[in-house]
C-alpha cells in the first residue's frame, strides 16, 4: 500500500516559463499534503502544507505567488512553479498524509526540475 | 529547525547489522520518533516509528531509551540495496505532525 505517484518525473524548460507537478495518492486518501524541494547535495526542506479544499501555508521565505499549490481533491495536488529561473532547478517531493492513518507520511518519487 | 542529531556518515559490512543513532534530547512528550531513508535520486521511503516502546517490522528496529533522549535504528542483515541516507525526525503525531528534515547520516555498506 501507500503508492504515490508524481508527474513528470523530470522537467526541463526555459527560463520564464510555468511547470505544474501533479502529485497523486493511488491507493489512499490524502486530507494534508506537504510539498517540499531539495537542491544538491542539501537535505529535504519543506514549502508549503495544504488541506484538501484550503488554501495553503508556505514556509518562511517560500513565494506562495510563484509556487502555486492545488489541491483540490483528496487524492490529487499540483504544485505550479510560475515564470520558472534557473535557481528554481531543484527536486521537488510531495508527501501526502493517509486520512485515516495520520502517524506515518508518505513521499512521492520526486520531480527533478532543470531550468535553463 | 531539526530537533536530532546524527553522525553525517557511517559504513558498514554487507551482512552485518547497522545501527544508526540518533539523539534527540530535547522531544516532547507527544512526539513521536520516525525513521525515513532516501536512496539517491528517489524520495525518501518510510522505515518505522516509534512514541517510547521499541518497535519492529519487516525492515528494521527501533530501540527508543527509556528517558526518549535517544535512539537507534537497527538494520539486522544490511544489504548493499541498504546503502541511502538515514534521517531520525520527532514530530507529534496526527494533526500537528510536519516532518522537517536534518542532515541524516549517509550509509555505506560495503561488499
Known amino acids: 500500500g501507500a503508492v504515490v505517484s508524481q508527474h513528470p518525473s523530470w522537467v526541463i524548460c526555459k527560463s520564464g516559463t510555468s511547470v505544474k507537478i501533479e502529485c497523486r495518492s493511488l491507493d489512499f486518501q490524502a486530507t494534508t499534503m506537504f510539498w517540499y524541494r531539495q537542491f544538491p547535495k542539501q537535505s529535504l526542506m519543506l514549502m508549503a502544507t495544504s488541506n484538501e479544499g484550503s488554501k495553503a501555508t508556505y514556509e518562511q521565505g517560500v513565494e506562495k505567488d510563484k509556487f502555486l499549490i492545488n489541491h483540490a481533491s483528496l487524492t490529487l495536488s499540483t504544485l505550479t512553479v510560475t515564470s520558472a529561473h534557473p535557481e528554481d532547478s531543484s527536486f521537488y517531493i510531495c508527501?501526502?498524509?493517509?486520512?485515516?492513518?495520520?502517524?506515518?507520511?508518505?513521499f512521492g518519487p520526486g520531480t527533478r526540475l532543470t531550468v535553463l | 529547525d531539526a530537533k536530532t542529531t546524527q553522525p553525517p556518515s557511517m559504513d558498514c559490512a554487507e551482512g552485518r547489522a547497522a545501527n544508526l543513532p540518533c539523539n534527540h534530547s530535547?522531544?516532547?512528550?507527544?512526539?513521536?520518533v520516525y525513521w525515513y531513508r532516501q536512496i539517491h535520486s528517489q524520495g525518501p521511503q518510510y522505515i518505522i516509528h516509534g512514541l517510547k516502546n521499541n518497535e519492529t517490522n519487516e525492515m528494521a528496529s527501533l530501540i527508543i531509551t527509556e528517558d526518549r533522549k535517544s535512539s537507534t535504528l537497527i538494520l539486522p542483515h544490511a544489504t548493499l540495496r541498504d546503502t541511502a541516507v538515514y534521517y531520525c525526525i520527532v514530530s507529534p503525531s496526527s494533526g500537528a505532525q510536519k516532518l522537517v528534515f536534518g542532515q541524516g547520516t549517509r550509509l555505506t555498506i560495503n561488499p
Open positions: 530535547t522531544i516532547s512528550g507527544n512526539e513521536y
Open positions: 508527501s501526502p498524509r493517509d486520512s485515516s492513518d495520520t502517524d506515518t507520511q508518505y
